[in-house]
């Protein structure tokens, strides 16, 4: 017989929260599990200390064994070039401590409003324009939070409220449940968008509560997944998106374009479709902030524009991302193809 008080526990924590606490943070532990060697990758312990290596343990299964130059496995791994200083790359490019008039709420776009919704993420990605953000900082509290949207509902011209990160997805459905009755509240808000990463890393993040709330929402629901590289994508994250189609949420997907993951116009094309084929479409390709440590992964303006140009030829319009990049004091995103 199974052991009756096992199971009670297990219960009482959904499956996707125990997935999120099950980690991989140490380097040793991830070149293990990849059959890789030290010597073939090493790491930076300045990088990996300021940023940590973090992986839901699931997720390692997206990496290819024995490859040190994974694109996946690019994304996440402290590499010693981060300790490189480069002109130019800042903590802040974006200025966004300009445009936070209430604690976790970012304000650059006037039809539009940022939430930064969790103070953490399930992973780190390297190239991460956040990865020096003060989160402590912008902890909000239930009062900061009552701020941030009496902020929104002083200003008619707000329709949209974003939940961003961190990544709003590693909070638990209680507390998004909470945020998104104070936006439904606010008559002039009618869409709200989630920005995460957890449809790719953590898939099973999507549960039947989950849906079903976003469903009962008046609101609009747009979620935006951030994934890079196909090979990213899994039966699992196909799944989650098929019960978020299948409650209405539009499916749109943010990468970055990076050297070494997804910088050739092969790779961009086989993201594409990957997408689609999982009901999803491509919304921007955004050119990588100027973050310190993050210099290894820039990808010059014209090249990222002959990419695209060769994606504009090889695939329908509707399946080729728009090339952007975040400038501070700009009024939108800056279109570059
Ligand atoms: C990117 C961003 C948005 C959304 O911009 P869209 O062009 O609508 O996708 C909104 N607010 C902030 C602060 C942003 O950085
Ligand atoms: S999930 Fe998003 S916010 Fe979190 S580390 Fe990755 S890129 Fe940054």
């Known amino acids: 017989m199974q052991a009756p008080s096992l199971s009670i526990i297990q219960s009482d924590v959904p499956a996707w929260q125990q997935m999120l606490s099950d980690l991989v943070t140490d380097p040793q532990e991830l070149l293990a599990l990849?059959?890789?060697?030290?010597?073939?990758?090493?790491a930076s312990a300045q990088a990996a200390g300021q940023f940590p290596l973090k992986v839901p343990r699931w997720f390692v299964s997206r990496i290819e064994q024995g490859n040190p130059h994974d694109p996946v496995l690019r994304q996440l791994w402290p590499l010693i070039d981060e300790e490189t200083q480069a002109a130019g790359y800042v903590i802040d490019p974006l200025e966004e401590s300009r445009f936070n008039p209430v604690p976790g709420l970012l304000h650059k776009y006037t039809s539009r409003v940022l939430l930064t919704a969790a103070p953490h993420?399930?992973?780190?990605?390297r190239y991460c324009f956040r990865r020096h953000f003060d989160y402590a900082g912008n902890a909000p509290s239930r009062e900061d939070w009552r701020a941030a949207f009496d902020y929104i509902a002083a200003d008619s011209r707000i329709g949209e409220v974003l939940l961003s990160g961190g990544d709003p997805l590693a909070l638990s459905n209680r507390?998004?449940?909470w945020l998104l009755e104070q936006a439904e509240a606010i008559p002039h808000v009618t869409t709200v968008r989630i920005h995460t990463r957890m449809t790719i890393v953590l898939p099973q993040r999507i549960d039947a509560e989950l849906s079903a709330r976003l469903a009962a929402s008046r609101l609009r629901v747009v979620l935006v997944s951030h994934c890079n590289h196909a090979q990213e994508l899994s039966a699992e994250s196909k799944a989650s998106f098929k019960i978020l189609a299948a409650n209405s949420v539009t499916l749109l997907n943010q990468s970055v374009i990076l050297t070494g993951v997804n910088d050739t116009s092969s790779v961009l094309i086989e993201l594409s479709e990957a997408l689609f084929g999982q009901g999803v479409l491509p919304y921007y390709l955004h050119l990588p902030d100027a973050v310190a440590g993050t210099a290894h992964f820039d990808v010059a303006l014209d090249a990222a524009q002959g990419l695209v140009t060769t994606l504009q030829q090889r695939l329908p319009g509707y399946l080729v991302p728009r090339l952007v990049r975040e400038e501070p004091g700009e009024k939108s995103k800056t279109r570059y193809a």
């Open 121 to 125: 993420c399930a992973v780190h990605c």
């Open 34 to 42: 990849l059959g890789l060697d030290a010597s073939q990758l090493p």
């Open 175 to 177: 507390q998004l449940s």
